[in-house]
């Protein structure tokens, strides 16, 4: 029973390492049309793609289709899905299990979306970008609740204390990377950047998510 659960773990672990993006991430936030925040602290600055070509890749990018209300519906959950970086199955399972929780079923799917443990700890300021936090919980720099935790995918909760591991925090990589985005927490968070320790103290608010999201169309898409 062990070796099959740690076997899981293993499967689930490469499957994170491999199922990525790898092409320019700037094409996306082109597609969707409003920054994603995908590359840190370039999205930033005037080098970022929305600021000098806002509007969508590839030969027909400047052409006003309108869309349908499905198409709409679409772009929506496309651009939920690539703020996030689920895979398209990763993101069908959290609405169903949205679905099945108490409460509106969009607001529990950005609740679970905001919980992942790569999102908390680019909004805890210990990454530049979620591309990036997910590497770092890749290669194992963070515990949660003193345990090794190395999943970027894994749902916290509130109450959970995330900390970078001691050996990481003598890196001075990692020491400048948190001294450079030392920033505001939103208000579900509580950080001490100092001790290089997070902690969940609520539930997540969309009022908080840095992208307006109109979660009812995903609802309205996988209700077809």
């Known amino acids: 029973m062990v070796a099959d659960r740690q076997n899981v773990e293993e499967y689930r672990k490469r499957g994170e390492k491999m199922a990525r993006y790898t092409g320019p991430v700037c094409r ?51 651009k939920v899905r690539r703020y996030y970086g689920v895979l398209e199955s990763q993101f069908l399972g959290y609405f169903k299990k949205a ?27 210990f990454a530049s970008s979620r591309p990036e936090a997910r590497q770092l919980v890749l290669h194992g720099h963070f515990t949660v609740n003193g345990k090794n935790a190395d999943i970027p995918s894994m749902i916290l909760k509130a109450g959970d204390e995330i900390k970078v591991r001691e050996k990481s925090q003598n890196s001075v990589k990692f020491k400048d990377l948190v001294e450079a985005h030392k920033k505001t927490a939103p208000q579900w968070l509580q950080v001490d950047p100092d001790n290089f320790t997070g902690r969940i103290i609520a539930d997540p608010a969309k009022e908080d998510i840095e992208i307006p999201i109109e979660e009812h169309l995903i609802v309205e898409l996988y209700s077809r």
């Open 99 to 125: 679905d099945k929780m108490s409460g509106k079923t969009g607001d529990n799917l950005l609740k679970l979306l905001e919980l992942r443990f790569d999102n908390v700890i680019y909004r805890l300021g």
């Open 28 to 78: 996306m936030c082109r597609r969707e049309g409003l920054k994603l925040y995908l590359k840190g602290d370039r999205c930033y600055t005037d080098k970022c793609s929305i600021g000098r070509r806002n509007y969508a890749p590839g030969q027909h990018g400047q052409n006003n289709k309108k869309l349908t209300n499905y198409g709409i519906q679409l772009r929506e959950k496309q």
